[in-house]
């Protein structure tokens, strides 16, 4: 397989994944996100595996192609909530030259076996509204809307 955990040494190809990222991103809402380079303490973070954080990347011939990094969580502390272990799906990415290659599915299915593996009773994502190619994946994928996040930009 070509999924494997990420290392301090992969960390300037997921740096470069994650401008790739932040546009896409500022493109679907320009009124809320930019174009960005992610936080470097927190990469590094996030490849030591501290803070419950994990990072899968997808490698083909020597270069990162794609990464998707999780986070497991506990259950917010309201009484209404049932007492759940959640793996959070924080950020998931493919070069554009390599979707439609089934490596997002494939990040997606490393990232269910590693929930499954650290007891999470659940995975869950957010997706930009206008994302609708993402979107599309986790539905393939099995993921369900639970909740919408709604906002109004004030004139």
Same mark, same amino acid.
């Given at each position: 397989m070509n999924i494997r955990k990420a290392t301090s040494a992969d960390l300037p190809q997921i740096k470069a994944l994650y401008s790739l990222l932040f546009e896409q991103l500022a493109n679907?809402?320009? !009124?809320? +996100? &930019?174009?960005? +380079? &992610? !936080?470097? !303490? /927190?990469?590094?973070?996030?490849?030591?595996?501290? !803070?419950n954080l994990v990072a899968f990347i997808y490698v083909i011939d020597g270069q990162v192609t794609g990464f998707a990094i999780a986070k497991l969580e506990e259950s917010p502390p309201y009484h209404c909530f049932i007492p759940l272990t959640c793996m959070y799906l924080m950020d998931i990415v493919v070069d554009e030259t390599s979707r439609g290659k089934g490596i997002g599915k494939a990040l997606i299915e490393r990232v269910k076996q590693w929930s499954k593996e650290q007891g999470a009773d659940y995975l869950e994502l957010s997706v930009l509204a206008k994302n609708t190619l993402a979107e599309a994946l986790y539905l393939r994928e099995g /993921?369900?809307? /639970?909740?919408?996040?709604?906002?109004?930009k004030i004139e």
């Open positions: 679907y809402e320009p !009124d809320y +996100l &930019q174009p960005a +380079l &992610q !936080d470097e !303490d /927190f990469l590094r973070k996030v490849v030591a595996a501290e !803070d /993921f369900e809307t /639970f909740t919408k996040s709604m906002r109004m």
